[in-house]
């Protein structure tokens, strides 16, 4: 299983950064222009008094070894599907491969903590387990690896993004 940590300096106040984060159009370019997906498509978003839901259906075009690429397959897609808790802030998420979905659990949270005007750490937590025999650690250590290098380009694009608005 593979379970790790990471923390970005977000450049906003928490509530601008929920507001990105819950931005239909932001997410969508983000992951397309900024992470390369050729397909991140938010087919539901809903509001209650105690939480906002989002689906998401991607295709993230992940850089995957032989093995893997060929066990995935080229019609490889992700469906996630994520909640932002109002009265915690703190954003949960669930992705389900297309592929092996099954064998696969991956989730995380985000967390956001202020660290002075208009500055958050952005706190992610992922969880990865593949119980595939014979691959199940290389995906778990590719996927890691993968999904560290995603975030540290979200926090570079989000901050981006929030430089061109002042």
């Not at 209650?48 to 259906?57: E, F």
Request: with cysteine; proline share 3%.
């Amino acid at each position: 299983m593979a379970k790790f940590t990471a923390t970005h300096e977000i450049n906003c106040d928490v509530d601008t950064f929920l507001k990105l984060l819950l931005d239909k159009k932001f997410m969508e370019q983000m992951h397309q222009e900024g992470l390369g997906y050729a397909e991140y498509t938010v087919t539901e978003q809903q509001e209650s008094d105690k939480q906002i839901s989002r689906s998401v259906l991607a295709d993230p075009r992940y850089q995957l070894p032989g093995p893997l690429t060929k066990l995935f397959g080229s019609g490889f897609r992700i469906t996630e599907k994520g909640e932002l808790d109002k009265a915690t802030k703190t954003w949960r998420w669930t992705i389900t491969p297309s592929t092996m979905a099954d064998k696969i659990r991956h989730e995380g949270t985000l967390r956001l903590e202020p660290i002075g005007a208009d500055k958050v750490w952005r706190i992610i937590e992922e969880d990865y387990e593949a119980k595939i025999f014979g691959v199940g650690g290389l995906l778990e250590s590719t996927m890691e690896k993968t999904r560290r290098e995603e975030h540290d380009r979200t926090a570079a694009y989000i901050n981006h993004h929030l430089s061109k608005r002042t």
